[in-house]
């Protein structure tokens, strides 16, 4: 009678177990929740599971109020990673940890391992969230702040920095500078907007809650605007990032932008990879000299990366637009943002403008980079 219920007590366990993973759609690594007690566990896991479900479709609930203010894509990482994905890979999520807070907050470490379409896997993302528990009704939020919780803050102007070392305080007020006399070439409201300052991308995007997305060792330097609510993430080290704040305006003015256009107007005001625009173009002269029968359009269209992991479009768009404003004025510019489209219309702009068509444009773009020999 006793090892009966002893087998039966044995085998309620293991049910318990199993219908503990089984019940969400992600899977659980062995002592992924061995800090919290069973029923906190299971709270968690109920909560996580909802979350990856419906997210998008129920944001506005599942999200904690405050983040949301600060941020209306506050999982922008996640989701673009998910859009990205989609179709492509085929892959499920993985909770390694959930790590109790102070107060009623949690960390959570999922991570994203894919099965590409021959079979081979692929580690895709590793991703971290914080679970807050607010009057009982677990609601998310990104890691940022957690992140950046021992970070420094310093007004400079219509720039917010958070920064975890120094702030080089003229360089701070070149950028704000910059920023006010940016807007009034666009005859545009000054933007007012956050600088996190980070080493380094891999700084970058642990900040942003990856700890691990393939994108955070695309290049040495580098930073992102993040427009919809005006923060800047430079990579570089730096209180400058020109290239960035650019985008700040031509996000706003031109909603519908193309990003050939964006990105060399940018390139073209602030360098990109910490280069300027001359130093940029001897890198793609060196390119283009060891890959001499390399399909230039082809590497313009496609944002294929050079020296240093910069996008060949953004070096030679940066070119191009350098070469419009100066000959043909700000008012060309405008142009090329406003009418361009796509990439036949991209075409079809440099030739209303520079007279240029689509099988000179080679020819052209080498004219451009030997201006800088």
Known sequence: ???????????????????????????????ATYLLDSAKSNEILKSLDQFLKSKDSNRDLLTNPISLKENVEPFFWLNNFERANKGEKG??????????????????????????????????????????????????????????????????????????????LAKAKELDEFNISFAKKFNSPIVQFTYYKCYDPEQLFKLLGCDYIPNMYYSTSGGLAESWHNTLLAENNSELYQHEVVHFY?????????????????????????????????????????????DMIKLFTNFSRVQGGIPFTYIVSGLVCKEIESKKGFESILQLFKLTKDEDSYFQQIENIMHIDKDSFPSYVKSLINKYK
């Open 1 to 31: 009678m006793i090892k009966i219920s002893l087998f039966a007590i044995f085998l309620l366990i293991v049910k318990s177990s199993y219908s503990q993973s089984s019940s969400v759609s992600f899977h659980i690594q062995k002592d």
């Open 91 to 168: 892959y499920q999520p993985t909770l390694l940890a959930v790590l109790p807070l102070k107060g009623n907050d949690y960390l959570v470490k999922i991570s994203f391992l894919g099965t590409n379409n021959d079979g081979s896997k692929e580690h895709l993302l590793t991703y971290t969230l914080i679970i807050n528990n607010i009057n009982g009704k677990y609601l998310f939020s990104n890691s940022v702040n957690y992140n950046a919780q021992n970070w420094n803050t310093q007004q400079i102007g219509s720039i917010k920095y958070i920064f975890p070392n120094k702030l080089n």
């Open 250 to 294: 031509t996000h706003k003015l031109f909603p519908e932008y193309n990003r050939i256009v964006d990105e060399g107007y940018a390139t073209y005001i602030g360098g990109s990879g910490g280069k300027n625009i001359k130093e940029l173009s001897a890198i793609a002269d060196e390119y283009l000299k060891a890959n001499p029968k390399s």
